[in-house]
T-cell receptor, first 115, second 116 residues
C-alpha cells in the first residue's frame, strides 16, 4: 500500500538553530512531493514542492527540502528556526500517473521552536 | 486574489441530521478537492471534482457526497450524521492548467463540524 511516514510526532528546536522535519514515502514510480504547514484553526498552506530536477528545492519563509530518491525521503529543513515557525507540518505525496489530486498525507509533525 | 473560501466555519449538528458544506475556489481554478481531517486519522481524501464531474472518490461511505457547479463552486453533503463524522473538512482548489497536476493545492480554512 502507498504511504507517507512522518516518524516524529513533535520536534523541538531552539530559536536560531537549524531544523529538520522528516518524511519518507512508499510510492512506486516518481511521485510529486509537497510540504504544507498548518497554523491553529487554519487550513493547510503550501510551502514547497518537488516535481523533478534539482534535489534541493527552496520554498516559502526560508524553508527548503531535500529529495533523496534512494532513501525515498523528502526532509524539510530550515537553517535558522524562528518562534513563528511553530506549527503543524504535513508531507504529502501525489502518486504518479494517478490523474487526480488525491494526495497521500503524512500524519503531521508538530514543530515547536523555543525562544 | 481571494483565496479558497469555505462556509460556514463552524457547525454543530445532532446525530442523524444532514449537513451541507460550501466551498468557493480561487478564481480560475476548476479543480476542487475535499479532505477530512481528524486527530486520529489525519487527512483523508474525500473526493475531487473538475468541470462539474467527480474525478475520484476516497474510501468513505455513501453518506458523503458532493457536487460542483458550473462556476466551480462546490458543496459536500453528509447525511445521517454519526459522532465519528466530527472533523475539520477542508476544501482545496488548483489550477492544473497544464493537466499534469504539478501545481499545488490551495486550501481553505475549513469547516469544523461537531456532531453531538
Amino acid at each position: 500500500a502507498q504511504s507517507v511516514a512522518q516518524p516524529e510526532d513533535q520536534v523541538n528546536v531552539a530559536e536560531g538553530n537549524p531544523l529538520t522535519v522528516k518524511c519518507t514515502y512508499s510510492v512506486s514510480g516518481n511521485p510529486y512531493l509537497f510540504w504544507y504547514v498548518q497554523y491553529p484553526n487554519r487550513g493547510l498552506q503550501f510551502l514547497l514542492k518537488y516535481i523533478t530536477g534539482d534535489n534541493l528545492v527552496k520554498g516559502s519563509y526560508g524553508f527548503e527540502a531535500e529529495f533523496n530518491k534512494s532513501q525515498t525521503s523528502f526532509h524539510l529543513k530550515k537553517p535558522s528556526a524562528l518562534v513563528s515557525d511553530s506549527a503543524l507540518y504535513f508531507c504529502a505525496v501525489r502518486p504518479p500517473a494517478s490523474g487526480t489530486y488525491k494526495y497521500i498525507f503524512g500524519t503531521g509533525t508538530r514543530l515547536k521552536v523555543l525562544a | 486574489k481571494a483565496g479558497v473560501t469555505q462556509t460556514p466555519r463552524y457547525l454543530i449538528k445532532t446525530r442523524g441530521q444532514q449537513v451541507t458544506l460550501s466551498c468557493s475556489p480561487i478564481s480560475g481554478h476548476r479543480s476542487v478537492s475535499w479532505y477530512q481531517q481528524t486527530p486520529g486519522q489525519g487527512l483523508q481524501f474525500l473526493f475531487e471534482y473538475f468541470s462539474e464531474t467527480q474525478r475520484n472518490k476516497g474510501n468513505f461511505p455513501g453518506r458523503f457526497s458532493g457536487r460542483q457547479f458550473s462556476n466551480s463552486r462546490s458543496e459536500m453533503n453528509v447525511s445521517t450524521l454519526e459522532l465519528g463524522d466530527s472533523a475539520l473538512y477542508l476544501c482545496a482548489s488548483s489550477s492544473n492548467r497544464d493537466g499534469r497536476y504539478n501545481s499545488p493545492l490551495h486550501f481553505g480554512n475549513g469547516t469544523r463540524l461537531t456532531v453531538t
